[in-house]
């Protein structure tokens, strides 16, 4: 099946709202892709767990920049857990981060984990990412489930208020509140973080299914605990089944430290190689430009390229007409290509517009 130019056509109107930092960067909501592939890029590579930060270092930060305090509105004083899940990611020093919560681990044990490691400043329960599941997923898409959005609003509060009357929304002074935008990175790796772990509860994580929930992935998530320079953050969602059942799950929430570089490589124009004045014509092959450039000051190696739409990636050739290399990542296969410092290059995908329906 060719590469359909009317795709093309579509995502060469949303370039000229290029703004972000991102690998083919278009709107927010056609970024999304890009993120996964680099965020997939990130968790590649197994790792040995690191060593934690001091814990007396990572409170008394969190303390002085975060809006931590020494105790909780219940008395609990603060703890840092390092034992994790996510021990193995860890930052240029391998250094591995932990949670930031108040009081001890406490409700239902399964396989040696608590189903709460302690509670939040506002004396909610804090969720355990590694306890094992309720319920296994089996394999189903995590976008399949009826997420409650912005659950700390009606009509998904007093349902959640009956499970823990302590929930409420999470909005302190000097720092982002639930449902904020700032948020929005950081959870979408912790979320990809997540689906590298066996606490995952079953999910298959992707985001071609449904693009526009990731892009918006901020208002289904409560902050249970902000991240800090030497901790996750830690949030939590839920979504009710068929008969009306309440379910959740726990979200980590990216430290900046382990966010992958989401990078100055930019898609700076595409030349669809129809005529000027003219539409492209049935059955007709055409050959697209687009360039890439990269605006770090240092080279860049071995870089995921697309151009992508949903499920769809176009064939990308370099300058003498050479396939770029294809490469495995997570079971993804993604094309990669290599920048010198400031570089533009031109790479050229064909594609014919079809008078045919496409099935998928």
Known sequence: MGWNINTIQRLASKLNNLKGRMIFMLKRLSVIAAVFFLLTVAFLTPALAGTPYDSAKAINDAKENYGYS?????????????STGLSNL???KGYSYGFLTYGQPHGDQKSGESRYIGYTYYGE???NMDFPADKNAGGADFTSRNWIIEPWNEPGLTDIQATDPMFTMFNP????GDGDPAYHTAILAGIMAYGATNANNGYTITEASNPAFWNEIEKYVHILSPATAYSFGI????HKDASGGLWYVTVPIMPNALLPELGNLK????????PPGQLAEPDTKYMATVVFKNEFDKKLTGVPVAVLHGEYKATLKDEKGQTLPWVSINGKEVQVADFEAGESRKFTCSGTRSTRPKTV
């Open 90 to 92: 860890t930052d240029g």
């Open 267 to 274: 898609a700076v124009s595409i030349d669809l190689g129809v």
């Open 125 to 127: 329960d804090y969720t």
């Open 70 to 82: 020494a105790t909780n509105e219940s008395g609990d004083p603060i703890n840092y857990v390092t």
């Open 235 to 238: 949030g939590r969602m839920w």
């Open 173 to 176: 002074d000097g720092l982002p």
